[in-house]
């Protein structure tokens, strides 16, 4: 016997239960800056994964099995570009990558004597961070409902690198034009020395052959150092590599016992957290005066972005 009053009691039922939730978007952000950048905006918003350890060297990542189905599972894959993730460059998901770095500096400085390559490392200049921010924020929006929030968020954080710029401005000026010099490793702060008026001194790559420091090469970073102002050498890790100690010793600048870290992000530590250290690394090391409590209170209005 058929029950048509039970399939309605059923159907009624079925109309006052709640719809069962949308599938939530998933952006991946490849690397620690750009996963920092993409949290502070999509916190509880949309799903973030974060492809590498903020403090990993995104141009020696490689990928995993597992990273390679997330990336072909997502909605959105933000890189950096300018060939930050070579790892990257032949994976395909379901939707092109973004290459926010490219799209939002399209003019990045290129590296002198690299054949055209522009410098990758867009972000230390805050207001080119601002700028990725931006880019960001457009990229997110049609993956939430909640755009008020976003724009809200995304005005904040631009607001805080803005303001990160002109702390900058400041500290930069506590040290004489014949100070401004900054020796690293390798070509990774252009953008820095370009906004602050720096002369950057590659020591290893502007002086090596494919890679390797010969006597020659020695003897020629050595007298550059020593005409340069450099009072230290800023490694990019600890503890310093053997080319960097070969120099040093040579040229007797010593090496710096707090590093610049070029390419990702303190353990830890947000971009304002590790922009702020690297620049009071840099000022003291030179001989300047930096202004920490000012850059903590920039670190904690980013993050109180909400």
């Known amino acids: 016997m058929s029950r048509p009053w039970l399939a309605t009691l059923f159907l009624g039922a079925a109309l006052l239960l709640p719809p069962a939730p949308a599938r939530a978007a998933t952006v991946v952000a490849a690397d620690g800056v750009l996963c920092d950048l993409t949290r502070t905006l999509a916190d509880g918003l949309i799903t973030v994964v974060c492809l590498l350890p903020a403090s990993q060297d995104p141009h020696q990542a490689a990928l995993r099995p597992s990273d390679r189905q997330v ?39 290129s590296f002198e004597g690299a054949g055209g390559v522009r410098d990758p490392h867009v972000w230390h200049d805050p207001r080119q ?24 968020r995304s005005q904040q954080a631009a607001g805080v690198l803005i303001d990160l710029d002109a702390w900058t401005v400041r500290q930069i000026a506590t040290l004489p034009p014949s100070a401004r010099v900054l020796a690293s490793g390798h ?53 310093p590599s053997k080319a ?8 007797g600048v010593p090496i710096s016992s707090a590093a610049l870290l070029a ?31 000012g850059g903590q209170q920039l670190a904690r209005r980013w993050a109180a972005i909400r």
Do not use: H
Request: proline share 5%; charged share 20%.
């Open 244 to 251: 960097l100690r070969r120099i040093s010793q040579r040229s």
């Open 71 to 109: 990336l072909a599972q997502s909605d959105l894959v933000l890189v950096n570009g300018y060939g930050l993730t070579p790892a990257l460059s032949k994976v395909q998901g379901r939707r092109p990558q973004v290459a926010v770095a490219e799209l939002a500096v399209p003019n990045s400085p």
């Open 263 to 293: 390419d990702g992000l303190a353990a830890k530590a947000s971009y304002v957290d590790t922009f702020t250290a690297n620049v009071c690394t840099f000022v003291e090391g030179q001989g300047g005066s930096c202004d920490r409590a």
């Open 187 to 239: 070509r990774a702060f252009r953008s820095f020395a370009i906004r602050y008026g720096i002369r950057e001194l590659a020591v290893i790559e502007s002086f090596s052959t494919a890679g390797l420091l010969r006597p020659q090469g020695l003897n020629q970073v050595s007298d550059a150092l020593k005409r340069s102002g450099a009072r230290v050498i800023f490694p990019d890790r600890l503890p």
């Open 129 to 152: 961070g601002a700028a990725m921010v931006r880019l960001i924020a457009e990229r997110l929006a049609p993956f939430t409902d909640q755009d008020s929030r976003l724009r809200s």
